[in-house]
């Protein structure tokens, strides 16, 4: 017998080698992943690409796929497991048969798991760090998230409420002429400290804030229960962080569409025959990588002292989905004109709808562009999606009176489509004067319908 990294091998046969399968790097802000399900089991042959194991992160659901052909040797963590990037997850005999096995049946859901597969209890990293600056043991803290997982709400609801001082004794009496009032304490102002300041407890949601306390859900008849799925909390908490972060500010500008809206009547019917759809999102897309190339400090990020203006100007693109809405991104939007973010943003929306879309479809967005859909309202101001500084909101498009100059030189009205754009903006790194140059470009850029299509 030979050896070859730990695998015998018969004289004459060519010695196997053990892979190591790791968690890999499924997206920027990601840490760690869940295992929610195992495609395969010990000894099971296994060819390159096959999906090995489904792993679900704060960002999707992914698939990790086999790197070479061959033999399951172990499989190193269990479903539910939540384990960092970079953690073995199992190990493949490559060129080694195995046995082939049907598929498994699906099952409905994992099992719950509490601790992760280094032992860890289950923590969100912001639960994590909660912790630390609050002094809170995770092993006594019940977990409300999926699984179990510990969130830090959890974590700010375990922080034992400060306990008064006792009231100073009293002093002793002092003969005066004439009896006088006792002087009234100062009113206590209630201070808002930085987030993570000592003795800040920040809002819990469902709990209350400070003094002020929620009153209780009493049931009713005929009220519908309805938990958080996993994607619902996490963009929840994603928004309650955004808001509590980011200063935001909003402008609006009023945009008269009528040559764009003119441009896309006399091209759709062609990109219809070609299998796409040209709508006005696809425009608005255009004029705003446009402008953001020539106003760069809307495609930017905060670090903690310093901000960073970035290269690539990838814009998120909100699209409805089965399990939610998802914000997949355009790549280099200022590089592919009209057609390439049609054809883009079509692709994007029917991977999302069909729930093929990938962890790396989600990644990486420098700015972010959502539209009300068909039965929208005048106007809103949108919630940034971090770690950007600025996301643009369309409106409702309306037919409506509107004064433009007339052949002659003279104010006329005229009845055209018209629609109100909201840019909420990180006031953080954003001034004013920047944000509403950036958003009157793009305004322009629409108004003139000056677009190759």
Request: charged content about 25%; hydrophobic content about 40%.
């Amino acid at each position: 017998m030979n050896t070859h990294d730990g695998v015998y091998t018969s004289p004459g046969e060519l010695p196997a080698m053990l892979i190591d399968v790791t968690l890999p790097q499924l997206g920027e802000s990601v840490t760690e992943g869940t295992i929610t399900k195992w495609l395969v089991r010990e000894g099971d042959s296994v060819v390159k690409d096959q999906p090995l194991v489904n792993v679900a992160t704060d960002k999707a659901d992914s698939e990790i796929p086999c790197p070479v052909a061959g033999r399951v040797s172990a499989l190193l963590v269990q479903e539910g497991d939540v384990v960092p990037v970079r953690s073995v997850l199992c190990q493949i005999d490559e060129g080694v048969a195995g046995i082939t096995r049907p598929p498994e049946p699906p099952r409905a859901e994992p099992p719950p798991a509490v601790r992760s597969a280094t032992g860890a209890v289950l923590a969100s990293p912001t639960a994590r760090k909660a912790a630390l600056e609050h002094d809170i043991d995770l092993t006594a803290v019940h977990g409300s998230g999926d699984r179990g997982r510990i969130t830090r709400d959890d974590v700010l609801r375990a922080k034992p409420l400060p306990q008064e001082a006792p009231p100073p004794p009293p002093a002793p009496p002092v003969p005066v002429a004439a009896p006088r009032p006792a002087p009234q304490p100062p009113r206590q102002v209630a201070q808002v400290a930085p987030q993570g300041a000592p003795g800040f407890v920040p809002p819990i949601p469902g709990v209350g804030y400070g003094a002020f306390k929620l009153p209780p859900y009493r049931p009713n008849e005929g009220d519908r229960l309805i938990p958080f799925t996993r994607r619902r909390r996490i963009t929840a908490d994603h928004m309650s962080y955004s808001k509590a972060t980011s200063p935001h500010v909003v402008t609006v500008a009023e945009v008269d569409l009528h040559k764009t809206s003119k441009l896309r009547d006399l091209h759709k019917d062609r990109y219809k025959k070609e299998g796409s759809s040209l709508t006005m999102l696809a425009f608005v897309v255009a004029a705003t990588a446009r402008a953001l190339r020539e106003h760069p400090d809307l495609n930017a990020r905060v670090l903690d002292d310093a901000y960073v203006v970035l290269r690539d100007i990838n814009l998120g693109v909100a699209v409805d989905s089965p399990e939610g809405l998802v914000v997949p991104v355009v790549r280099r939007a200022d590089e592919l004109g009209v057609r390439g973010i049609v054809r883009s943003i079509d692709d994007l929306a029917k991977r999302a709808r069909s729930g093929k879309i990938t962890i790396d479809d989600l990644s990486g967005a420098t700015f972010s562009v959502t539209n009300p859909g068909l039965k929208g309202n005048l106007f809103g101001g949108a919630i940034i999606s971090q770690p950007n500084v600025g996301i643009l909101r369309m409106g409702e498009m309306q037919k409506r009176v509107v004064v433009i100059e007339g052949p002659s030189g003279e104010d006329v009205m005229a009845i055209h489509p018209v629609m109100l754009m909201a840019l909420s903006y990180d006031h953080r790194i954003v001034d004013g004067v920047a944000a509403n140059s950036f958003l009157w470009r793009v305004t322009e850029i629409l108004e003139k319908g000056e677009f190759e299509v």
